[in-house]
């Protein structure tokens, strides 16, 4: 049974930074492409990040390009989405997903999704 626990949301001002973490259990995720989403309220599930499992290819959102990276650790089971330069428009809740095969910006094809962890960028 595959379960993703994400961690590291919070309250933080306009220009701060966090560090997201989402840790994977239950399969082996290195053939695994994981991605990250988020839902502001009102709003839909938007794309943010995204990384193969073999960490070769990555693809971020033109919103969030230049402040947020994503990066992963196989070895562990972790992805990681540092996120630098926060906006108040960043805050929402920000979800981790896994799929088989290659990353996909949409949210539809990832049938794995972690609870969420709530970001709030304060102005």
């Known amino acids: 049974q595959v379960q993703l626990v994400e961690s590291g949301g919070g309250l933080v001002q306009a220009g701060g930074s966090l560090r997201l973490s989402c840790a994977a259990s239950?399969?082996?995720?290195?053939?695994?492409?994981m991605g990250w989403f988020r839902q502001a309220p009102g709003k839909g599930r938007e794309f943010v990040a995204a990384?193969?499992?073999?960490?070769?290819?990555?693809a971020v959102a033109n919103s969030v390009k230049d402040r947020f990276a994503i990066s992963r650790d196989n070895a562990k089971n972790t992805m990681v989405l540092q996120m630098n330069s926060l906006k108040p428009e960043d805050t929402a809740v920000y979800y981790c997903?896994?799929?088989?095969?290659?990353?996909?910006?949409?949210?539809?094809?990832?049938?794995?999704w972690g609870q969420g962890t709530q970001v709030t960028v304060s102005s």
């Open positions: 997903a896994v799929r088989q095969g290659g990353y996909s910006t949409s949210s539809s094809l990832y049938p794995y």
């Open positions: 239950g399969r082996t995720f290195s053939s695994y492409a």
């Open positions: 990384i193969a499992g073999s960490s070769a290819g990555t």
